[in-house]
């Protein structure tokens, strides 16, 4: 009995290992992301349950459960030293925030990290010169797919003095009175 468990742990303990198994023939198989999967080409559900070991230049693709999206290496390919390609660099299935959220009428966002509105992103607002931002100058997508505050709006300051400043480098033009942009002579 004690024997058997020992097999089998020894069987599928590839399996079960998030680092790559170091083999001459090839890679072993890895975990895929939480909420992911991994898509084998060229072999059929069998195969991927008998398989412990990929062989060399084997690519691997990592999938997402329903509406989220890969961060971070979505390929992986075996390599000739028996590990996989960008193994320091986890990949994550995570939810994707509105992306409407990521633009703002007479203003600028900013976010960070860089890369598609997901889980932790954070967005910075700004309004260009002569608008007012109303509502809150962040906003962070949060594990449920969804920002955490209101997005806010850019108005007009109508005391705002109509200051010049350079658009697109070749000419002046400032806000009118009445929200038009006017170039200056």
């Not at 020894?10 to 790559?20: D, E, I, Q, Y």
């Not at 459960?65 to 590990?83: A, D, Q």
Request: with cysteine.
């Amino acid at each position: 009995m004690a024997q058997s468990f020992l097999l089998i742990f020894l069987a599928l303990s590839p399996l079960l290992s998030v680092s790559a198994y170091n083999t001459s023939a090839g890679c072993a198989i890895i975990r895929p992301p939480r909420d992911g999967g991994i898509r084998y080409r060229g072999l059929t559900q069998e195969q991927i349950r008998s398989v412990q070991v990929l062989p060399v230049d084997y690519e691997i693709e990592y999938i997402c459960r329903g509406s989220r999206v890969i961060v971070g290496p979505k390929v992986r390919k075996c390599l000739p030293n028996g590990t996989w390609t960008d193994l320091s660099q986890r990949s994550h299935c995570l939810l994707m925030c509105p992306r409407v959220w990521t633009s703002l009428e007479n203003g600028r966002v900013s976010s960070w990290p860089l890369g598609p509105p997901v889980e932790g992103t954070v967005l910075y607002y700004s309004c260009l010169p002569g608008f007012i931002l109303m509502g809150r100058n962040t906003s962070q997508c949060n594990k449920m797919g969804k920002w955490d505050t209101p997005k806010p709006v850019c108005h007009y300051d109508r005391h705002y003095k109509g200051k010049t400043w350079s658009f697109f480098y070749s000419h002046d033009l400032f806000c009118s009175k009445i929200s038009k942009w006017i170039r200056s002579v």
